[in-house]
């Protein structure tokens, strides 16, 4: 349409059943109960059609006092009504048959079109003639005519700002008037606003540069949402292309949350007024973010990936997961057959694959319509070979965020055969209060397990701040200590914490330093009044170096007074000591030097640790070499402490390392009201009691519509994963998975 073309612009007023208006219209997701609509004639610069008045029936029938002030409807009035699809029916044939073509719609403010009809008929199925796509605001063509400093709200203001009188008129009327006095001036009505028919897929670099006030994050998505189904729930406002990323968590699986750009950032702050707005059943919060964190979801870099999604004009992209290794392009074209080709054959398929060019069992599938896509995803759950395969929507973001972790490092470790040690040293160390030290964990705790125990002191843990303690053998000590952003916040922890109950047991929970947390990992005892140097059951005739400088001063010591296969035995141990190394990091990583302890500072006689703890993944090359060359020595096995060490550290929101003690499943899509009861309730039969079932939370303690099951054996849990997998909890359905380890990413 040419600009200055329209002949007729059709001036459109809504009401709806709630109290937002005004600049907040619709953001309550109210709905629509009245319309009025009126026709001014550009040509001639009268109104050749008066006001006209819609009653609207809604599903839900109560009206706010601001909407029956604005209407002069009562519930009754309304209940009288049409349907809304009825009305638009109804508007369109006067349209159509009434006022002559070419006609524009005209509202005052963005929120009639974008807030209230587009959002409302998007959701009941509704499909908008053409017209409803473009329109002019009319506060905004106002500031094109007249530029002035005060801000413009309603209607009147502009009428007042146009000495008009409208205090005798309805909201229509007065928008009529002011059209008038605009075209009566010289304004012409050019460039009308847009309404995207739908989102359209694209791809990001990490190096572009994004606008922070275009982006938002979305939180709360059921788990199965796709981009699409996002850019339903934001219908009306415009989202760029590719402006949907669906993030994903360290296992690779969809975890409700999502990054949107936003064309502008007038359509970002409306938005944020649909803040715990619905899908289905569920409401959806909405917070400003950042372009970095949109671009670490949805960009990528000039690999496979992009390609394989810049050169394709497929409608649809589908995921595949539980492809046999061995399963090729061929295979997956048979897979989906003539039905539902596959866009442009072996080209429309990408394997994902590890930076060693294993399969992960992984692909994305592109189709050229939606229709074909639906008749693939039907195949959810067929067999390729001896395996079902599942099948699920996807979206580019989530191609780039699955090749690049995969491309960068495993989502799961295949070979965990062991857990990285890092020095005692660096962790922490100094005077300062500022860590808490846990007593008594179950010895399947888990960092969520600390997280949820901490409750709303768990926000003031350190990135990576969380410790679980193993002994010598590599097994859960029952200990834990969590690094915090201050000694105020360990002491409130250490306060409110101590002696509350994990599950069937309860916890002391100490403030402690970083000295402390060493010392005790060493072998030292600490409780609520400080350090305590165990009993001095072993009167060492010299003091002892632990850990691999303990080795050193062993060699050397052993060396002085050793001689034949004793002397043998020591040079081992200072070789092993000069060799030792921490797995994970670099070669040739010297161990700090740590002062010698005073004698009557070790733990109570444990004995050299067997040869099955000597050959433990978790137990030291040095350490065991010290406890040979002391054996061999003639050194009494008393000498020698228990070693402890650290877990890996974790941030707050990552996975623990540890394997389950007994078979474990993984719920998710858990509705976010739903508690230990309803997940028992929904286990009934299979033996789950309530202390089994772990519910996960994250940093600020919200459900995250996750948990953890753990059964009473194998059986049940394979029973449950066959029987169980996708029925209703409540009103939605959950997907059940076995628990696969996961390393923090």
């Known amino acids: 349409m040419m600009a200055g073309s329209y002949s007729n612009l059709v001036v459109l007023s809504c009401t709806t059943a709630g109290q937002a208006a005004g600049d907040l219209l619709g953001s309550d997701e109210s709905e629509i109960v009245h319309i009025l609509w009126s026709v001014v004639d550009t040509t001639a610069n009268t109104v ?314 992984d692909a994305f599938v592109l189709f050229e319509t939606e ?57 922490t160390c100094g005077s300062i209060r500022d860590c808490v030290r846990m007593r008594g964990l179950p010895y399947q705790a888990t960092h969520d397990d ?66 402390e947390m060493n010392f005790v990992l060493m072998g030292g005892q600490l409780n609520k009044n400080g350090i305590v140097s165990p009993p001095n059951v072993y009167a060492a005739e010299a003091p002892v170096l632990l850990d691999a400088q303990m080795c050193d001063y062993l060699g050397q010591q052993m060396t002085a007074t050793a001689s034949g296969p004793a002397a043998a035995a020591a040079a081992a141990a200072v070789a092993a000591a000069n060799q030792y190394q921490y797995p994970g990091y670099p070669p040739q990583v010297q161990v700090p030097q740590m002062s010698i302890l005073p004698q009557g500072m070790m733990q109570s006689p444990r004995g050299i640790p067997s040869p099955a703890a000597a050959t433990s993944p978790y137990y030291t090359s040095a350490a065991a070499a010290a406890a040979a060359a002391a054996a061999a020595a003639g050194y009494p096995p008393a000498m020698y402490p228990q070693y402890y060490f650290p877990s890996p550290p974790v941030s707050p929101t990552s996975v623990g390392y540890y394997p389950p003690p007994s078979p474990v499943l993984r719920m998710r899509g858990i509705p976010y009201n739903a508690g230990v009861p309803d997940v028992v309730n929904f286990f009934g039969g299979y033996q789950v009691p309530p202390e089994y079932v772990q519910m996960l939370v994250d940093v600020l303690g919200r459900p995250t519509g996750e948990a953890i099951i753990t059964f009473l054996s194998h059986e049940f849990a394979q029973k449950a994963l066959l029987e169980k997998n996708r029925q209703l909890l409540g009103s939605q359905p959950v997907e059940l998975a076995p628990l696969e380890l996961v390393p923090a990413l």
């Not at 109804?90 to 070419?102: E, F, W």
């Not at 079902?388 to 989530?398: D, G, H, M, N, P």
């Not at 701040?465 to 952003?485: A, R, T």
Request: glycine share 8%; hydrophobic share 35%.
């Open 48 to 361: 050749s059609v008066p006001v006209q008045s819609l009653v609207v029936k809604p599903d839900h029938s109560e009206l706010s006092d601001e909407a029956k002030s604005r209407t002069g409807l009562d519930e009754g009035a309304v209940a009288g009504g049409a349907p809304i699809q009825a009305v638009l029916e109804q508007l369109h044939q006067s349209l159509t048959n009434g006022v002559g073509a070419p006609f524009c719609l005209v509202v005052e403010g963005q929120q009639a079109m974008r807030q209230c009809l587009h959002p409302e008929t998007c959701k009941k199925g509704i499909s908008l003639p053409d017209y409803f796509y473009a329109f002019f605001d009319l506060r905004r063509e106002f500031r094109k005519f007249q530029s002035i400093s005060s801000a413009i709200s309603s209607v009147r203001d502009m009428a007042q700002h146009l000495g008009l009188d409208v205090t005798a008129v309805d909201e229509c009327q007065a928008m009529c008037l002011v059209i008038q006095r605009l075209i009566g001036s010289g304004h012409k009505f050019t460039d009308p606003e847009t309404v995207d028919y739908k989102y359209e897929p694209g791809t990001y670099q990490k190096n572009e540069l994004i606008d922070d006030d275009t982006i938002l994050r979305v939180r709360g998505l059921p788990w199965q949402s796709s981009d699409q189904d996002i850019a339903r729930f934001f219908r009306g406002l415009n989202i760029t292309k590719g402006g949907v990323a669906v993030c994903l968590n360290p296992q690779g699986r969809r975890n409700g949350e999502a990054l949107v750009r936003f064309a502008s950032k007038e359509h970002r702050d409306l938005a944020l007024l649909r803040h715990k707005h619905h899908i289905g059943q569920r409401y959806i919060e909405v917070y400003k973010a950042t372009g970095e964190d949109f671009l670490k979801v949805a960009g990528g870099n000039a690999n496979e990936a992009t390609a394989f999604l810049r050169d394709s004009a497929a409608e649809v992209i589908v995921r595949m997961r539980g492809l046999p290794y061995t399963a090729t392009a061929a295979d997956i074209l048979n897979f989906f057959g003539q039905s539902c080709p596959v866009a442009g054959g072996e080209k429309g398929i990408l394997f994902v694959r590890y930076a060693n060019g294993r399969s992960t069992g």
């Open 450 to 515: 600390v997280l949820a125990f901490l409750g709303e002191y768990a926000v003031y843990v350190r990135d990576h701040g969380i410790h679980m303690v193993l002994n010598s053998s590599g097994k859960p000590s029952g200990d834990c200590f969590i690094q915090m952003y201050s000694p105020e916040a360990a002491r409130q922890a250490a306060e409110k914490c101590h002696r509350q109950y994990m599950g069937d047991r309860y916890i002391e929970v100490f403030q402690c330093s970083g000295d």
């Open 371 to 427: 229709a074909y896509a639906q008749l693939a995803l039907a195949k959810h759950k067929e067999s390729l070979g001896k395996r079902y395969i599942e099948l699920f929507r996807s979206t580019a973001a989530e191609v780039q965020q699955v090749w690049n972790r995969y491309q960068q490092c495993p989502l799961i470790h295949t070979t965990p055969t062991m857990i990285p040690m890092l020095p005692q040293q660096a962790i």
